[in-house]
């Protein structure tokens, strides 16, 4: 991204002349204050809003002259993990699951084995048919972990996916975006946890009321 | 909501309720009202159709027979000639027979049921009749032209007969204000099934925003509220033709005594698929207006 901006409707900036480059298989860690411009800028990655101006690639594609197809197809290629999980609560967490794979045409015979082995990654094997409001907190951001991770996106963007865990639950929330990782898929990651980073180490990229701030750490 | 210490395997055989596409939602009380609601008006159209059915074949089948009366006072017998060459001029008229005098005073001594008048004398008192057998009695300018014919020669026309003669105009009209109410009762259809879609997809809203987020395309979100629309419009229409059998039962010795003889099944296609139209435009409104934050472009 080069000399990106963007500028909400309401006229507010929320971000301002940030260039750098993420490459494929990179972990990134997007840190700085509330309203500094995290989510704006992971919105942007997936086409949720697009630059007011600058030049923003994903995967070879122009996201500011992107049409719908092709911003498709970036988010069938993309995993989110929100903060607050965003599971749908009445659907089971086999169908939670599932729906990315179903997003993209599997036939239910094809995705039943995929949603079972995921789930068993995460270690919640045992809760396929169980309701999310069943889950604990932990429980709920695995589920949201494994639906990101189901139709194997080649990026993985998590907004504060460890936002409202304990220290330990969180922890083993990033060992599962680690290992996504190490399996080749590039995460960027919006985190308050900073003594996260010292466990799990990564690239950081501080921003600052929507300017990056010193460049990267 | 099952919750087992020992695993859960997924069965071999599974159907989960995977949304989007070709899957229809599960039906819920909102539905349930709306196939309730929607399957009374489609009765009305059903039933008015019938009733326009059941005029046409009555109307039919006594228009089939019918002829209409010229009659020319005895004063005036001398424009008997002309009177008869203009009518026969009229050429919607396949044929012209005169009445003699006897006749007709038989046939109202048995229309009075022989009310002990005067042969004689009622035969002295009858105008000359005419009897027009029509060949169209649909044409335009036809019951004007015998009008004129018979008023230019002293005559005059049986006015009841023309309208009974016309009484297709009425059907023409009754289906005319059927096709009317039939629109109007499909709009309020398409009303009702596009509010209840309208709920169902405000009860989703996150459901379709994930899948957008997903890349989902506009179709797969919106198929499965146009196929529940369609889907909620059909089983409307299939109820609403069975409920009219007991109508048309109830009124079988009715129909029966008026010798129309109506066919419920020539309604069951046009209330299946208008049921399903009808839905199908409720949840194309419906849907119309489904966006959101983060619909690709």
Same mark, same amino acid.
């Given at each position: ?27 990134? /860690? ?15 990655? /997936? ?8 030049? $923003? ?21 993309? !995993? ?17 699951? +599932? ?16 949603? *079972? ?24 951001? *695995? ?17 504060? @996916?460890?936002?409202? $865990? ?34 799990? @180490? ?8 929507? =300017? ?6 | ?14 159907? @989960?309720?995977?949304? !989007? ?56 017998? =001398? ?26 005073? *038989? ?83 398409? $009303? ?10 405000? +009860? ?38 069975? $409920? ?48 959101? =934050?983060?619909?690709?472009?």
């Amino acid at each position: 991204m080069q000399q990106l901006m963007l500028r909400y409707p309401t006229g507010k900036v929320a971000l301002s002349g940030v260039t750098l480059d993420i490459h494929q298989g990179q972990f990134v /860690y997007l840190i700085g204050e509330s309203g500094a411009g995290k989510s704006s800028l992971m919105k942007m990655l /997936y086409g949720g809003v697009r630059p007011s101006s600058g030049q $923003l690639s994903v995967q070879q594609i122009d996201m500011r002259e992107a049409g719908e197809a092709r911003i498709r197809e970036i988010r069938q290629r993309t !995993g989110i993990i929100f903060q607050d999980h965003k599971l749908l609560f009445a659907r089971t967490v086999f169908e939670n699951v +599932a729906l990315p794979l179903r997003v993209q045409g599997w036939k239910t015979e094809r995705l039943i084995p995929r949603v *079972r082995k995921v789930l068993e990654y995460v270690g919640l094997a045992d809760r396929l048919w169980s309701y999310p409001q069943a889950l604990s907190g932990g429980e709920q951001q *695995r589920v949201a972990i494994a639906r990101a991770m189901t139709a194997n996106p080649s990026i993985i963007i998590a907004d504060e @996916p460890t936002g409202n $865990l304990d220290i330990e639950t969180a922890s083993r929330v990033l060992d599962y975006l680690m290992d996504l990782n190490r399996q080749g898929a590039t995460v960027i990651m919006a985190t308050h946890d900073l003594h996260l980073l010292e466990s799990h @180490p990564g690239r950081v990229i501080q921003l600052h009321a929507g =300017s990056l701030a010193g460049g990267d750490l | 909501m099952r919750r087992n210490s020992t695993p859960e395997l997924i069965p071999d055989k599974v159907n @989960p309720r995977l949304p !989007g596409g070709f899957n229809v939602p599960p039906f819920g009380i909102q539905q349930t009202l709306a196939v309730i609601i929607v399957c009374i008006a489609l009765w009305a159209v059903g039933a008015i159709w019938l009733g326009v059915q059941a005029a046409s074949q009555w109307v039919g089948g006594w228009q089939d027979d019918i002829h209409i009366h010229v009659y020319l006072d005895t004063a005036n017998a =001398s424009q008997e000639p002309e009177l008869r060459s203009a009518l026969e001029a009229i050429p919607q008229i396949s044929a012209l027979r005169k009445i003699s005098p006897e006749e007709a005073a *038989r046939w109202m001594q048995e229309w009075l049921d022989n009310a002990g008048l005067n042969q004689k004398e009622l035969v002295s008192r009858l105008p000359i009749t005419f009897e027009l057998s029509l060949n169209d009695e649909q044409s335009q300018f036809l019951f004007d032209d015998i009008r004129d014919a018979a008023t230019r020669h002293g005559g005059a026309v049986n006015e009841s007969e023309v309208d009974m003669a016309q009484a297709h105009q009425w059907i023409a009209q009754a289906e005319y204000l059927a096709w009317f109410a039939s629109l109007i009762l499909a709009l309020a259809m398409a $009303l009702i099934i596009s509010n209840t879609l309208r709920m169902m997809l405000l +009860a989703r809203a996150d459901e379709i925003h994930l899948m957008r987020l997903m890349g989902a395309k506009e179709w797969f979100v919106r198929m499965p509220f146009i196929l529940e629309g369609m889907l909620l419009g059909g089983i409307a229409g299939i109820a609403a033709w069975i $409920l009219l059998w007991p109508l048309l039962l109830g009124t079988g010795e009715w129909l029966e005594m008026l010798q129309v003889d109506l066919n419920m099944w020539v309604l069951l296609l046009p209330l299946l698929l208008g049921g399903a139209l009808v839905g199908a435009f409720g949840a194309l409104v419906a849907t119309a207006r489904v966006d959101s =934050s983060e619909k690709a472009g």
